[in-house]
């Protein structure tokens, strides 16, 4: 290839990329009117399974809980998957000091130093009951975390369904 045809090339590239994604989202726009195309409808393999087992430290200062515990509660439970450097996080903490007046709310601090969650939560307000350290990130994975902020609603001890769903 030659020198020119090289710069050709590389001006020309850009445009490409830019015409694909632009005809890539006509296409998407062109199918939402009839209903071929609804982007809320997120994929979300999650909802509906049980609560994986898990048992994590507890952090400071209340009790922490495990699935047993979780499991056992004759009440639903939002359990909130949070860290302390994530910017939504903070954005979410005041609705969830607002929402832990009406049901109770368990927290998992997810990769998170144990110092640098506990001074989260006191900063931004405390609305978990209880309050656990995934560190490694693993319980995470088996509840489907694809990010934090995210939480989940956790049905009552004897509940038909048993079930979890992603709030």
């Known amino acids: 290839m030659t020198p020119l045809m090289r710069r050709r090339v590389l001006f020309a ?18 199918r939402m009117p009839d209903g071929q195309f609804d982007p809320h409808a997120v994929d979300a393999p999650v909802l509906g399974r049980m609560v994986p087992d898990f ?4 952090l400071p200062p209340g009790p922490g809980f495990d699935a047993a515990a979780l499991r056992a ?6 359990v909130n998957v949070f860290a302390s450097w994530c910017v939504p996080c903070v954005e979410e903490a ?3 000091l607002a929402l832990s007046t009406h049901l109770p709310v368990w927290g998992i601090a997810y990769k998170d130093p ?12 405390d609305p978990y ?3 656990v350290a995934d560190r490694d990130g ?12 995210e939480s989940f609603w956790s049905p009552p001890a004897g509940a038909s369904s048993g079930t979890r769903r992603a709030v």
């Open 73 to 78: 509660q004759p009440r639903p439970v939002l």
């Open 13 to 30: 590239a850009p445009f490409a990329v830019a015409g694909a994604a632009g005809m890539g989202a006509f296409a998407m726009l062109r």
């Open 94 to 96: 005041e609705a969830l």
């Open 114 to 125: 144990d110092a640098a969650a506990t001074d989260f939560v006191r900063r931004t307000g």
């Open 129 to 131: 009951a209880r309050l």
């Open 55 to 58: 048992a994590l430290p507890a």
């Open 138 to 149: 693993l319980a995470a994975i088996d509840w489907g975390v694809s990010g934090v902020p």
